[in-house]
């Protein structure tokens, strides 16, 4: 098992609002959770406890059998890749060079990147096949160039598991879809992926498990058919949204009703 959130509740400060109650989920090897909810429930807040940059106040969360907080950020950083929303970047670093500072987690101190880790980014580039991109200043490639950038830093020290913080937020549409294609690959390559989502359809086009989250802090989480479910959806976003099935796509669609 590569995460055990055991039991998890989350507050910024004492007696203030309980953010995540009593949350609790397991993730497998190569196992895709889409984590649903609406604005300010608690996505990116749950993310950052699973990097152990803030701490539950009660339960624990087991990284690869280990507890989280006796592990260095180190010890994270090289099992857990992270990739955040598109982001403007302020230094034109080559494509390549910015994918090699993925490697700072398992380069000693004050050491300077070696071959290994200069193989290592360019494998990286090669298995999203953006080598193409690699000389290229970073702020000089487009959005969906970046997100592929990003992603290939992420796994550039072979973590275990990925964790996505609404990696479509920011890109077209077809863009959108091509990442969701790079996530679908990334698992069946055998990371574990953890991706925050707005867009149920999303989360549907992954399969694997989903999870809900509400405004009060609790989480359904289930295979995707099983926990998509309109009264739920509908419930959670506050909006009329049907779930209709594609014979012709061997899949069901989210789509709102109407406006
Ligand atoms: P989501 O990712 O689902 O939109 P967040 O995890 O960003 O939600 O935020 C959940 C709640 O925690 C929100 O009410 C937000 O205002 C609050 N919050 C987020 N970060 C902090 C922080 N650093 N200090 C205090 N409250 C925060």
Redo the contacts with the bound molecule.
Sequence with gaps: MIYDIKNISFR??PN??T?LKDVSFTIEKGQILSIL????????????CMKNL?TPFIGEILLCGKNIKKMSMKEIAGLVGYVPQNHNPSFGFKVFDFVLMGRAPVIKAYNRPGLKDMEAAWSALESLNITYLSDKPYTEISGGEMQQALIARSIVCKPKVLLF??PTAHLDYGNQINVLRLIKKLSKDGYSIVI?THNPDHAMLLGGSAAV?DKDGHMRTGSTSAILKENLLNEVYNTDLKIIDIPELSRSACIPAKL
């Design positions: 910024y400060y203030q609002k953010i909810g609406p604005n300010g429930a608690g996505k990116s807040t749950l993310l950052n803030i913080d609404e925050t989250l």
